[in-house]
Structures are given as C-alpha cells and as structure tokens.
C-alpha cells in the first residue's frame, strides 16, 4: 500500500464578494454575494515510502492547498487524503507524530530564545525517548554543522542558520514524512546545496519519505526523483525528473567558441541563438541533428577553440509542459 | 508650503480606511461620558449636594473633556515605526523638514477627527446630555483659542516622548505612562476644583492643566476676563518651552542617527 | 500508525517546557518588560486615582464609601490578572490565526487548545493589573470588615476564578470571528473593556437597561458586583435576586460551555476555509 493516497480531492473556496464603495460595502452587509473558487480540482496520485516528490505550479495554481491538505492544515471539500491508511481529515494527532513540516517563511523557533530551546520544546511535544533525541540532535548538529549556533538565540542568526535549524527541528523526532515548503528561498547558493545534500543523505539513511513544494528549479533537480506539476488546480504532469527530460526538453545548446569573429555562420540542422566577442550559440533539437556532425561540420570550416552542449534548463522544459496543453502524463510504476 | 498642505491632505484622506476605527471611537466616548455622568448624578444625591446648575456644569465639562480627548487622539508610534522599520533614513534624505511633515500628517487627522468625530458627537451628546452653550461669543472664540492652543501643548509634549524611541527602542511603555499622568492631572477625568489644594499647586507648575481644563473652564464661562489673557499667555509659553526641548531631543536623535548609520 | 495516548504525565512535561519557555523570553528583556509592567499599573491606576479624588471630596456615594467602592474595583483587577496569566493565548487567538501560528498548531499531535493556552503568558499585563488588585484587596478587605471564614475563603478563591472564566470565555467569543476571518479585535475591545469600566462602580448608579445589560448580556456584574454584595451585604442587595451572590461559578460554566462548542464549530470551518492564499 502507497504511504500516501489523494484521491479525486477537491477543495473550493466560498469567497465573499466585496462591492466597492460606501453603498457597495452596505449592500455586501445586506445582500451577501459569493463566488465559487475551485482551488483544487480532483486531484489524484499516490507516494510510495521514501519517495522525494517536488510539486510546481504557478502561484495560485493549487499547490499549496493540496499540500495543506496533505498536513492536515486544511479539510477537503470532497475527496479523501490516507496516510498510512489513516484518514488525515479524522486522525490529525494520530498523522502529525508522523510527519515533520518545514515552512521556509514561517519559523517554528521561538524568537529570543537559542534554538536548543525549541528543540528541548519539540522533544516533549512529540515525546521524543532521550536517547534517540541525543542520538539524532548529534548528528544534525554534525551534518548541518549546528553547534557553532546552537545556542544563540535565533533572532541573531543568519538566514541560512535559522533555515538548517529548523530543518534540524522538523526531523528531531524521526518523521516518516517531511513536508518542505520554500525551504531553501533566499539562500546563497552554498547555502542551499548543504541543505540539498543533506536531505539527500537523510532520505538515503532513513528513508524518510520528502515532499517539496518550490519555486527553484535546482531544488527539484537535485533532490527530488519524482515531479508532479499542479495549474489551475489540476495536476497536468506526474513522473520522474529524468523521464520528463528525456520527453521534453528535446531542444540542445552548442555553445561554439571560435579563433576569431566571423561575421556570419552557417550550421545546417541548427538555429542561431547569439553571440558575443568571438562565441556563437546555436539550438537545435536533438532529434534532427547530432552533436558530432555539427562539430564535424564546424570544424572543417572554421577554426574551433571550445565547444560545450547545453542541456536544456528545467524552467525551460516546465514551460513546455505549461505551454503544450498537455495531456496528464502518468507514469506507470 | 504647499507640500505639507498635500501631506495633511493624504492623511486626511487615509483616515478614510479607518471608518469602522473612528465609529468605535465615538461610541467609546458617548460610554464614557454616559459612565461618568451617571458617577456625578449619583455624587450629586449624597452628602455634599450639588445644584442643578452646577450639575448641568459639570455635564458640559465631561462631554467637552471627553470629546476633546478623543479627537486629540494621535497615532504615536509613527515615529517608532520608522525607525524600527528603517525608513527613518529615506526620511532625513528628502528636502522636506521632518518635524513639520510629521506635524501636517497629525492635522491632517485632527480636522479628519473634528469632522468625522466631534461634530456628531457633539450633536448627539448635545441632545441627550443637555448641555449648556457655550457661555458668549467672546468666550467661544477665546475658547477657540485657548482649544488650539491646548491641542499644541499636547501635541509638543507627545513629541517629547516620541523621540524616546531613538534612545529607547519600545516607547509604548513611556507613552502610556505619559497618558496616565495627563489623564489625571489635566483634570480630563475629574475637574481640577475638585481636587485637593497640595494637588493643583503641583498641577499649576506643570503644562497638564493647560491643555483641556482651560479652554473649557472658558467655554462655561468660569474664568474672569481678567484672568484669560494671562492664561493664555501661559498656554504659549508652555508651547514654546515644550517646543525648544522637543527639538533640541530631534537634534540629538539626528545625530545620533548619523553617527550609528540609520 | 499507532499512537499511544498522551498521558496527563505527557501534557504536564509539555505544559512545563512552554512555561520554562514563555519565562525565559520574558527575562531576555527584564527592563523592558518591568517597565511595561509599571506603565500597565499607572493604566490601571488612573481610574482608582479618580475613585479617590471624588470621594476624598465628597465621602459617600450612595451610601458607598471609598474602601467599599476599591473593594469593588479589586475584584476586577484581580480576576483579569489571572485570566491573563493563563489565557493570554485565547487573548491573542486572532494573532496567532494571523500569523500563521494556527496553522502550526494543527501540524502537532496534541490538541489546539492546549497549544493556544500554554503558548503564551503576558507577564507585565499580569503584574500590571495583579498590583493594582492586590494593593487594593490589601488596603480594603480589612477596612470594610470581612472575617476571613473558611467559607467566606472559599466563595472568595470560586467567584475569583469564575470570574476570570468569564473573561476568558468573553474573549474566546471574539476569538472565535477569526476563524471565518472578520476582525472583531476593536469591537470586542469596545465592548468588553467598556463594559469593565461601567462594571467599576455599582451597578445601581446606572438606569435599569444598564443593569441589565450588565448582569445578562455581558456578565460583569458577576465578576465583582454581586461577589462584594456577597461580603457586604448593602440595603440595595435587596434590589436583586438573592440568588444572584452565587452564581458566578454557573455563569462561568455556561458561557465556557456555549463558547466551546461555538469554538468547535469554527475549528471545523477553519480546517476548511483556512487562509486563502493558492
């Protein structure tokens, strides 16, 4: 059985409508006028234990209502959400020992206090054994390098300290599932790749099941196998990140740096993308040309210095899928 | 000068989201008023009596002390607020003069309060409390005067603590604490002929007395011509003295900016 | 997925660590917040002052005097102390709904209720108003004669703590608006801090719709009237029902009961409505 099961979920909005004006405001007191938002529309999949699934939509797409109704933050209107066999909606407490939730804009830690403190809090909420809490705050400590803060009240921690302490935080008590929502946003790229690795690690060793919902794309790519992209409340993609690359994203980049400029190149089988000083970028789709007869091609008319392939961004190939009216695409595990 | 006119203007304007603040505001006050006026009604039926007239008085008294205080009610965190959220230093950059562009925004809500607020309090306390008119012509626009001027007392004393803020970070315990002292010394809450002698002597070398018991004891007519004039010379002063020390704290509060880079 | 029951053992650690907690960040701003808790009791204090200066003046007020009349006030204070002390959090509720903090609550395996109450305790608000009610309960008790039988101890420590779950069921109704996000913060504070200023002197200064204002729609007479009525015993106690003096303890439990279940309810339409940010 799939550790977690969304089936046909559906979350719609009540929205009062709100009249502009004196006498607008009156008659919304008298006459209350409503809208129905479809926030969510019948969404299905399931996540098997240990997978590390990224979810991407635009923003007010339905994404983060779906994933708060994975937490239990929020009751569906219509549908059903199963963790463990358990229904989120009717067993919060029973789920919540289970799952670990970081919000990247919202911290658990409290303000004043050093971050131990919270720590110590969250043990006697999820009644973490002491042993297994000592065993678990030395080695986050170890891999996110925690002991330098640890004891300094979060209010004089840098971004990217408060963000590894409350990783540290949401997984004390050994969560199956962890939930990361922008979790990496506003950090330097060092930063961030520390945490990617990290959760690696941990998914690797625990085997913790890990759901993001982001906006950065490298957070996807190097952490997540699995890819599911929510519009307009439906979901329109479902699979892993490397079958999404291999089916879209068919479009290369040869970046071609020459001896000297010229002024024009021609390259059958590709299109020319820019140029600057003496390097000139072309694109072309790799199902109708390949690489090495186009350098081959080059190089017999013109003097090469470097030559590099571009794979195509993910931004890029999320943007197709957005584009192409695409039909959803399940993946058949 | 037209610039501050613009700023008094937008604030007026702004107070407009506030609707729903500024209702709760006048039922506060008609509260407030009903409360004590029911207190000296009861006072009135013991003991030491009170005659009508007297009564009537008094009922005048708290409405005009109640109503003032309510639209002499200032926002007195905007300062703090700039300066915990740092655009106190884009303020020092414009060329506008920061003291008289934060004086404007503060007009600009008192004549929004006096409009919104205090004329229909003021009808409708007028009809169920009774009170009396003003006493003359003369009185009123003295009256005019001496409210003007009391309003700017206040509004240099508030300032004072303002500029707390640049030294003390949370100024709202040092602006409550002001706010206690003026709504018993000023006689807001209990007129000053009803307080013991040791307590008005202290009160007569203070500024509190100045800012609502004088223009209202000239309202009911209760001070001698002879003595408004003086009084209201005393109001000025009082202005200024609370003015000079209000910008000798900006001075330093600027230059203590500078020095630590905003 | 098994949970095994948290125990009141559990609850108790728990409710001990926030506490450690909610200490702790009050003492990392010691100055500040002794001197918030001082500019409180000057608050606090300016009505008394007002009570004093009136009756310094004019001695008796319907028969009140100036120790009966602070008595009175004591009980005000004293109860709000205490509803603050412990349900800070209800107090806050709309905050916490703001600023995501709910949200949080829901995520943990514990109850709602007990997060919003242990989260949060305001000390200076606490020592604030609790100064001003000691001083005055010190100050009057004695002088207005009450022999401190045992049951006369124990109707007072009932009808102090009812009267704090009056408050805080008062509060709890306001709290409830957020969850279908009206902001009833002014209205409420127009009402029940209204309400407690009029609730300061006796009721039988005011006309009858007053009274009953106070005494069925927004309970304050039980708070501190009819408790003094209890100790005093004055001629106008006659004006009411006897049975007045005791209930407090039933106002408290009704309004605790009916506010909970509204509390349920809009627990229910949170989880469904929530914050409608996509």
Known sequence: MALIEVR????????????????????????????????????????????????????????????????????????????????????????????????????????????????????????????????????????????????????????????????????????????FDEPTIGLDVIAKEKIREFLREVNREKGTTMLFTTHDMQDIEKTCERIIIIDHGQKIYDDSVEQMKRQYGRTRTLAVEFDTYYEQVYLPGAEFAGEKDNKKWFTFSKDEADVSSLIQWLSQRYKIVDVTVKEPEIEEVIREIYRGGVQTVESVS | MRAYLEFAKRSFQNNLVYRLDYIAGVLNAIVMIFVNISIWKAV??????????????????????????????????????????????????????????????????LAFRIIMQFIPAFIVSAYIFRILPVFSLQMFF???????????????????????????????????????????????????????????????????????????LIYLGMMPESDIFDNLTRQFVWIVILFLVGKGLWLMAKNKLVIQGG | MTLKRYSLLDLTKIFIQYSKLNLKSMLEYKLDRSLLAFAIFCREMVAVVVIILILSRFLHIRGWDLNEMLFLYSFLFLSYSLFVFLFSGIRDFDQMVYSGGLDRFLTRPIGIMFQIVASRVDYPATLGHGLVGVILFLKTSAAVGIEWTFQNVVYYIIALVSGSLIQAALFMFSACASFWAFKTENLRNLVFFNARRIAGYPITFYPAMIQKLLIFIVPFTFVNYFPTLFFLRKEESAMFWEGYIYLTPVVAIVLLAAVYQLWRFGMRNYSSTGNEAG
């Open chain 1, 8 to 179: 046909d979920l559906v979350k719609t909005y009540k929205v009062n409508v709100r009249n502009k004006g004196i006498l607008g405001s009156l008659k919304s007191l008298l006459v209350p006028e409503y809208r129905y938002i479809q926030a969510v529309d019948s969404i299905n999949f399931t996540i098997d234990r240990g997978e590390t699934v990224g979810f991407i939509g635009p923003n007010g797409a339905g994404k983060s209502t779906t994933v708060k109704m994975l937490c239990g933050i929020l009751t569906p209107t219509s549908g059903s959400v199963q963790i463990g066999g358990l229904s989120v909606a009717k067993e919060r407490k029973k789920i919540a020992a289970k799952l670990g939730i970081v919000f990247g804009q919202r911290s658990q830690l409290w303000w004043d206090l050093p971050v131990i403190d919270t720590f110590e809090l969250l043990k006697s909420i999820y009644r973490v054994p002491e042993q297994r809490y000592r065993q678990n705050l030395s080695r986050f400590s170890e891999m996110l390098g925690l002991e330098e803060f640890i004891r300094q009240p979060v209010r004089q921690l840098s971004l990217g300290q408060r963000m590894r302490a409350e990783i540290a935080a949401s997984m004390l008590h050994d969560p199956e599932i962890i939930f």
């Open chain 2, 44 to 109: 009135n039926e013991d003991g030491d009596s009170i005659e009508s007239i007297q009564l009537q008085i008094l009922v005048t008294y708290i409405v005009l002390s109640f109503l003032m205080q309510l639209i002499y009610t200032m926002d007195e965190y905007i300062v703090e607020n700039k300066v915990r959220s740092g655009t106190i230093s884009m303020d020092l950059l414009k060329p506008i003069n920061f003291r008289l562009y934060l004086f404007s925004m503060h007009l600009g809500t």
């Open chain 2, 142 to 216: 003295y009256f005019l005067l001496s409210a003007i001027m009391g309003y700017l007392i206040l509004y240099n004393l508030n300032y004072i603590v303002w500029m707390s803020t640049f030294w003390f970070y949370w100024s709202f315990s040092l602006v409550t604490i002001k706010d206690a002292l003026i709504m018993v010394l000023s006689g807001a809450l209990v007129p000053l002929w009803f307080m013991p002698t040791w307590l008005t002597d202290i009160i007569a070398f203070t500024p509190f007395g100045y800012i609502f018991s004088t223009p209202i």
